[in-house]
């Protein structure tokens, strides 16, 4: 099966500007989560939505924000890009059942110019 | 999540055994040991996850001591491909989407 398809892979902005970012889970998996990756702070938990509704949040600040629709896709939208959201954003999904694992996409790698 | 503690780096020799320590000593009862590797640039791989009996699958086994303190990953013949950073990770099972990476064990095998 199709595993977790994450769009775009590399995107350049500029400081101040927004982007959103979209993450497609496995099929049949209903929860997505998203991590920043930086090498000075490593794998950063961002927020992780089940069923359209955010469960759990990590310690980011209010500019990082996302969704989840009804097919379980998901979107972040990070707005007033700073040099420092220069990371790579990974998406995992997973199912929502005991003795479950997180799959990985490939991640998105955004420049903050 | 309890914390985890690996070391930074390790080297092995190509087609040895590589085994990865990790200590997770504040580990509670329904906790279980996570292993992920990461290979330059691409998202992380899951590899086996158990809670206090050793566990194998193609990729991988996994001991856990007794007390569950600690654990080992074990790569049986370890080829080039499988120089990455590993992560071992503590979390509730049913908690698959919010997980706490340390900074792993980066692991380089060597003709």
């Known amino acids: 099966k199709a595993g977790v398809t994450q769009t775009p892979r590399y995107l350049i902005k500029t400081r101040g500007q927004q982007v959103t970012l979209s993450c497609s889970p496995i099929?049949?998996?209903?929860?997505v989560s998203w991590y920043q990756q930086t090498p000075g702070q490593g794998l950063q938990f961002l927020f992780e939505?089940?069923?359209?509704?955010?469960?759990n949040k990590g310690n980011f600040p209010g500019r990082f924000s996302g969704r989840q629709f009804s097919n379980s896709r998901s979107e972040m939208n990070v707005s007033t890009l700073e040099l420092g959201d220069s990371a790579l954003y990974l998406c995992?999904?997973?199912?929502?059942?005991?003795?479950?694992?997180?799959?990985f996409g490939q991640g998105t790698r955004l420049t903050v110019v | 999540d309890a914390k985890t503690t690996q070391p930074p780096s390790m080297d092995c020799a190509e087609g040895r055994a590589a085994n990865l320590p990790c200590n997770h000593s504040?580990?509670?009862?329904?906790?279980?040991v996570y292993w992920y590797r990461q290979i330059h640039s691409q998202g992380p791989q899951y590899i086996i996850h158990?809670?206090?009996n050793n566990e194998t699958n193609e990729m991988a086994s996994l001991i856990i001591t007794e007390d569950r303190k600690s654990s080992t990953l074990i790569l049986p013949h370890a080829t080039l491909r499988d120089t990455a950073v590993y992560y071992c990770i503590v979390r509730v099972v049913h908690n698959a989407g919010k997980s706490t990476f340390g900074d792993g064990t980066t692991l380089t095998v060597k003709p």
């Open positions: 995992a999904s997973s199912l929502e059942d005991l003795d479950t694992e997180a799959f």
């Open positions: 099929s049949g998996h209903r929860s």
């Open positions: 504040t580990i509670s009862g329904n906790e279980y």
């Open positions: 158990g809670l206090k």
């Open positions: 939505y089940f069923s359209e509704t955010q469960r």
